[in-house]
């Protein structure tokens, strides 16, 4: 898996997705929260973003966008524990965007652990 592997799975998975309701503003929050740490903080979460949406804001994401990046992170609440990450390939998904993504100015070094 790639980074444009994974950005042509979820602007397929977009365009495929109609719908006529939003994500609940929790759930944006969490996986908002989700995506931040999965990418080593906010400037890499917006690099993201871009990537795979065209734009660096959340509020920007349609009903569509939502849903498909809700449907990657598959966001998760262990009772005591903060939200995180259902999708077991979700991290590997952020990191291959990240890894596709051309050394630019505000981007965060990741410290991965072997």
């Known amino acids: 898996m790639n980074g444009e592997d994974v950005r042509k799975y979820f ?7 109609v ?7 929790g759930i944006k929050g969490a996986v908002n929260g989700i995506l931040t740490r999965a990418c080593g ?19 920007q994401l349609n009903a569509a966008q939502w849903i498909v990046l809700c449907d990657m992170v598959q966001p998760d ?3 005591g524990q903060p939200w995180q990450a259902g999708n077991p390939k979700f991290q590997r998904a952020i990191d291959a965007i990240l890894a596709a993504l051309p050394k630019q100015e505000g981007q ?7």
């Open 108 to 114: 965060e070094e990741m410290v991965l652990d072997a």
């Open 19 to 25: 719908t006529q309701y939003n994500v609940n503003p």
């Open 77 to 79: 609440k262990p009772e």
């Open 11 to 17: 602007v397929e998975r977009v365009e495929k997705t």
């Open 41 to 59: 903080g906010d400037s890499n979460r917006k690099l993201v973003l871009k990537y795979l949406c065209g734009v660096m804001s959340s509020k």
